[in-house]
């Protein structure tokens, strides 16, 4: 089990290839990940999808948005960063 996943090229990886793929992603940091996930998540549609596929299959994790802003001004070029918590109610 890790206490945060980092997946940098989610979206380059999983973002062409369907929602099955971000379901399968999502339900893996679930069940392997206890505190939080940095990951890729694109922009637009693709963008989209990631968040609402981590709703749906990952419910406890929920998007930091102002963290995940941040970073994303910071990384300078880096699309679409997101970082999500594991609410404490899990």
Not at 33 to 50: I, L
Not at 71 to 81: C, D, R, T, V, W
Request: proline residues 2%; charged residues 20%.
């Amino acid at each position: 089990s890790f206490d945060i996943a980092l997946c940098l090229a989610a979206s380059e990886y999983f973002g062409g290839v369907g929602p099955d793929s971000w379901a399968q992603l999502w339900q893996n940091l679930a069940l392997h990940t206890s505190r939080g996930v940095v990951m890729s998540c694109g922009a637009g549609e693709q963008r989209r999808h990631s968040i609402d596929s981590a709703k749906t299959h990952a419910p406890s994790f929920i998007l930091d948005d102002a963290l995940s802003s941040q970073i994303e001004a910071a990384a300078e070029g880096e699309q679409g960063l997101c970082v999500y918590w594991r609410s404490a109610d899990q």
